[in-house]
């Protein structure tokens, strides 16, 4: 993995109550989902790397499993450790490509928005050595979704982005949500996974200027943007919000759930 993404996944380190506080939770159907198609039972012991401030952890937690937690950022795992006392989860601080557990030891290892952020040459292998035999590994992110009707602003502030140095890249807008791609052929390629389950998921929240400046303060993109850059689009995005006869923007989120079978 190059130095660049090792140095932007520790971004999110700067940003731990903003992000607790800013990021959305992710929709309870994802998680009956995930449970109905992993096969799991409560008690079964779960594995979550990147736990980040406890988002995906709670909702399973309170299904009724246990759950061991990797977290890369100590300050993220401060935070959920003070918001998940009492509940039977263990944190460890570490990178998972460089964390250590016995083998065969979760029925299932999940990542929400974390699976990205790890090494392709790794993530597999130790995923499959870290799951019991008929386990299951489980990924997902929450993302930005742009249906048929999305908000207007985020065309809008393109030529904000692009006057600042950060164009988007790729085609604007971005495919819809039931045409975004999926790692199910990835997941196939290689060779330790078997029966993939994709699931598709879409809401939306609306922002006044603040919260959505806040959250655009959990993406890595805008903690690493140079500071000038960084406030002449925040201007830019308070005027522009300012100025509509609601004074806020509708963001849509979507996720894919992947829930993928041990091969043994």
Not at 135 to 148: D, K, N, V
Request: hydrophobic share 40%; with cysteine.
């Amino acid at each position: 993995m190059s130095d660049s993404r090792v140095a932007l996944r520790g971004t999110f380190e700067t940003a731990a109550e903003t992000y607790d506080a800013a990021r959305p939770s992710y929709p309870a159907e994802l998680f009956d989902d995930l449970v109905e198609i992993a096969g799991l039972k409560r008690g079964d012991q779960l594995l979550e790397i990147g736990c980040g401030t406890g988002k995906a952890t709670r909702p399973l937690l309170e299904r009724g499993f246990s759950i061991v937690c990797v977290e890369l950022g100590e300050q993220l795992a401060a935070t959920a450790r003070s918001k998940l006392g009492g509940l039977p989860v263990r944190i460890s601080v570490a990178p998972f490509e460089g964390w250590h557990e016995e083998p065969e030891s979760f029925e299932l290892i999940y990542a929400a928005t974390s699976w990205h952020w790890l090494d392709p040459a790794i993530r597999y292998r130790k995923a499959h050595a870290l799951l019991r035999p008929d386990g299951h590994l489980a990924f997902w992110s929450a993302s930005h979704a742009f249906p048929a009707g999305f908000d207007s602003f985020f065309t809008e502030i393109q030529e904000v982005y692009d006057a600042i140095g950060e164009r988007f890249d790729g085609e604007w807008p971005p495919p819809a949500p039931d045409q975004a791609p999926d790692a199910r052929a990835e997941i196939e390629a290689s060779g330790l996974f078997d029966h993939v389950t994709v699931r598709r998921y879409l809401w939306e929240r609306n922002y006044s200027a603040e919260e959505y400046i806040a959250l655009l303060n959990t993406f890595s993109g805008h903690l690493s943007m140079d500071e000038p850059k960084r406030n002449r689009l925040y201007r830019e995005i308070r005027r522009r919000i300012s100025r509509r006869d609601v004074q806020q923007v509708r963001r849509h989120w979507q996720a894919i759930l992947h829930v993928a079978h041990r091969r043994t």
